[in-house]
Protein backbone atom coordinates (compact mmCIF):
# COMPACT_ATOMS: atom_id res chain seq x y z
CA UNK A 1 0.00 0.00 0.00
CA UNK A 2 1.47 3.14 -1.01
CA UNK A 3 0.29 6.56 0.98
CA UNK A 4 -0.37 9.26 -1.94
CA UNK A 5 0.93 12.89 -0.45
CA UNK A 6 -2.77 15.29 -0.14
CA UNK A 7 -1.71 17.02 -2.82
CA UNK A 8 -2.75 14.74 -5.32
CA UNK A 9 -5.75 13.35 -3.73
CA UNK A 10 -7.32 16.60 -4.95
CA UNK A 11 -7.25 15.33 -8.52
CA UNK A 12 -9.97 13.32 -10.31
CA UNK A 13 -9.70 11.14 -13.19
CA UNK A 14 -6.22 11.60 -13.79
CA UNK A 15 -2.59 10.59 -12.21
CA UNK A 16 1.08 12.43 -11.12
CA UNK A 17 3.44 12.18 -14.50
CA UNK A 18 7.26 13.36 -14.22
CA UNK A 19 8.01 15.80 -17.37
CA UNK A 20 9.21 18.91 -18.67
CA UNK A 21 7.73 22.38 -18.30
CA UNK A 22 9.48 24.71 -20.97
CA UNK A 23 10.73 27.77 -19.55
CA UNK A 24 13.29 30.57 -21.15
CA UNK A 25 12.70 32.42 -23.71
CA UNK A 26 13.24 32.70 -27.76
CA UNK A 27 16.32 30.81 -28.87
CA UNK A 28 16.99 30.06 -25.34
CA UNK A 29 14.85 27.17 -23.97
CA UNK A 30 15.18 25.60 -20.54
CA UNK A 31 12.83 23.09 -19.07
CA UNK A 32 11.79 22.32 -15.08
CA UNK A 33 11.35 19.00 -14.47
CA UNK A 34 8.07 18.91 -12.59
CA UNK A 35 5.90 16.46 -11.17
CA UNK A 36 2.26 17.28 -12.00
CA UNK A 37 -1.33 16.16 -13.11
CA UNK A 38 -1.18 14.73 -16.28
CA UNK A 39 -4.42 16.97 -16.75
CA UNK A 40 -2.44 20.01 -16.48
CA UNK A 41 -0.99 21.94 -19.39
CA UNK A 42 2.70 21.49 -20.32
CA UNK A 43 3.69 24.79 -18.50
CA UNK A 44 1.16 25.11 -16.11
CA UNK A 45 1.28 24.32 -12.49
CA UNK A 46 2.78 21.56 -10.92
CA UNK A 47 2.65 19.83 -7.94
CA UNK A 48 6.84 20.24 -7.23
CA UNK A 49 10.20 21.07 -9.05
CA UNK A 50 11.85 18.64 -9.27
CA UNK A 51 14.97 19.51 -11.08
CA UNK A 52 15.94 21.58 -14.49
CA UNK A 53 17.60 21.03 -17.49
CA UNK A 54 19.72 23.11 -20.13
CA UNK A 55 19.52 21.45 -23.11
CA UNK A 56 22.33 23.87 -25.34
CA UNK A 57 25.72 22.64 -24.20
CA UNK A 58 27.76 25.09 -22.57
CA UNK A 59 31.25 26.35 -23.41
CA UNK A 60 32.52 22.68 -22.54
CA UNK A 61 29.66 21.28 -24.99
CA UNK A 62 28.00 20.01 -21.96
CA UNK A 63 24.08 19.88 -21.41
CA UNK A 64 23.21 20.57 -18.22
CA UNK A 65 20.89 18.92 -15.69
CA UNK A 66 20.26 19.28 -12.21
CA UNK A 67 17.81 16.91 -10.30
CA UNK A 68 16.61 16.02 -6.59
CA UNK A 69 16.89 12.43 -6.89
CA UNK A 70 14.98 11.85 -3.09
CA UNK A 71 11.78 13.51 -4.13
CA UNK A 72 12.75 12.05 -7.62
CA UNK A 73 12.03 8.72 -6.07
CA UNK A 74 9.47 9.42 -3.70
CA UNK A 75 7.41 10.56 -6.85
CA UNK A 76 8.46 7.16 -8.77
CA UNK A 77 7.31 5.42 -5.42
CA UNK A 78 4.00 7.30 -5.35
CA UNK A 79 2.92 5.80 -8.34
CA UNK A 80 3.60 8.69 -10.57
CA UNK A 81 4.69 7.75 -14.31
CA UNK A 82 7.81 9.41 -16.62
CA UNK A 83 7.08 10.94 -19.96
CA UNK A 84 9.43 10.07 -22.65
CA UNK A 85 11.44 12.96 -22.50
CA UNK A 86 11.87 12.69 -18.89
CA UNK A 87 12.31 8.41 -19.15
CA UNK A 88 14.81 9.23 -21.85
CA UNK A 89 16.94 11.38 -20.25
CA UNK A 90 16.87 9.74 -16.65
CA UNK A 91 18.04 6.67 -18.94
CA UNK A 92 21.22 8.86 -19.61
CA UNK A 93 22.11 9.58 -16.69
CA UNK A 94 25.11 7.18 -14.75
CA UNK A 95 22.61 6.27 -11.72
CA UNK A 96 19.48 5.71 -13.90
CA UNK A 97 19.30 2.24 -12.89
CA UNK A 98 18.37 3.16 -8.77
CA UNK A 99 15.31 3.90 -9.72
CA UNK A 100 14.88 -0.25 -10.01
CA UNK A 101 12.00 -0.44 -12.80
CA UNK A 102 11.30 0.92 -15.51
CA UNK A 103 8.03 2.79 -16.80
CA UNK A 104 6.72 1.79 -20.05
CA UNK A 105 4.36 3.55 -22.18
CA UNK A 106 1.08 1.38 -23.34
CA UNK A 107 1.74 2.47 -26.85
CA UNK A 108 4.88 1.17 -27.09
CA UNK A 109 4.20 -2.50 -26.54
Request: charged share 25%; hydrophobic share 35%; net charge positive.
Amino acid sequence: HVHLPPKTKLYRGGHVVIRFALGGCTNRPFFRIVAAHSKRARDGKYLEQLGCLDPLPNAHGEKVAGLNLERLRHWLGCGAQLSRPAEKLLGRLPYGHIFGHRQHHPRDG
